[in-house]
């Protein structure tokens, strides 16, 4: 039988990545960052990331929430509770897809004027982009394809996954507990 899903990325792979951007984030912010990162994906992802930063490093939390999928309006459930004025701030995304949800955090953030802001997303979902978003750090560029695990999740669930599975939304949908048992045989 053909597997509902694929291991996309495991432990090593999300560990070099995780490296490579603290690099890349603490070489552009050699005084110290402040990290924003987006409940709740990115919560795993900016747990590892953290730990490789070599500069001062604070974070901070956004909670969002969805009216409806791929509609771009999104509510902020959280606010922050930094003052980011004259802050060097990185937001820290799991994933941008059509870019929707990154751009009404960006347009909420330069509103509290920091003193620079940059963008980290895990994935990038470039083929998929309806707004056009500047990323200075990205961990992956991936397809069109669903993918869950380290963070990501399909209905609140695989988050906890220490890796990245990829397959087909339906067929998740269909029997979620199929989808875990092919990637863990
Ligand atoms: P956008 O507004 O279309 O860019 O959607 C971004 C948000 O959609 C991400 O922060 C995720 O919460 C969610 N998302 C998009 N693609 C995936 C995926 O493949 N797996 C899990 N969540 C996803």
Same mark, same amino acid.
């Given at each position: 039988?053909?597997?509902?899903?694929?291991?996309?990325?495991?432990?090593?792979?999300?560990?070099?990545?995780?490296?490579?951007?603290?690099?890349?984030?603490?070489?552009?912010?050699?005084?110290?960052?402040?990290?924003?990162?987006?409940?709740?994906?990115?919560?795993?992802?900016?747990?590892?990331?953290?730990?490789?930063?070599?500069?001062?490093?604070?974070?901070?939390?956004?909670?969002?929430?969805?009216?409806?999928?791929?509609?771009?309006?999104?509510?902020?459930?959280?606010?922050?509770?930094?003052?980011?004025?004259?802050?060097?701030?990185?937001?820290? +995304?799991? %994933? !941008?897809?059509? #870019? @929707?949800?990154?751009?009404?955090?960006?347009?909420? *953030?330069?509103?509290?004027?920091? /003193?620079?802001?940059?963008?980290?997303?895990?994935?990038?979902?470039?083929?998929?982009?309806?707004?056009?978003?500047?990323?200075?750090?990205?961990?992956?560029?991936?397809?069109? +394809?669903? %993918? !869950?695990?380290? #963070? @990501?999740?399909?209905?609140?669930?695989?988050?906890? *996954?220490?890796?990245?599975?990829? /397959?087909?939304?339906?067929?998740?949908?269909?029997?979620?507990?199929?989808?875990?048992?092919?990637?863990?045989?």
């Amino acid at each position: 039988m053909t597997p509902r899903a694929r291991i996309l990325l495991g432990a090593d792979d999300l560990r070099a990545a995780n490296r490579r951007l603290g690099r890349e984030i603490s070489d552009a912010h050699p005084d110290g960052v402040l990290l924003v990162a987006v409940l709740k994906g990115s919560v795993i992802f900016l747990a590892d990331l953290v730990r490789e930063l070599t500069v001062p490093v604070e974070i901070d939390f956004l909670g969002i929430s969805s009216y409806a999928p791929d509609s771009g309006r999104v509510r902020l459930t959280k606010d922050l509770g930094t003052d980011l004025a004259g802050r060097d701030v990185v937001l820290v +995304e799991d %994933v !941008v897809d059509t #870019g @929707l949800t990154l751009g009404y955090l960006l347009t909420q *953030l330069r509103s509290r004027d920091p /003193g620079s802001l940059g963008v980290c997303t895990l994935f990038d979902k470039r083929a998929r982009r309806i707004l056009p978003q500047p990323l200075d750090h990205v961990g992956f560029e991936i397809g069109d +394809e669903f %993918v !869950v695990g380290y #963070g @990501l999740d399909f209905r609140g669930r695989y988050r906890n *996954l220490d890796l990245v599975a990829a /397959g087909d939304l339906h067929t998740l949908a269909a029997d979620p507990d199929a989808y875990v048992a092919d990637l863990y045989p």
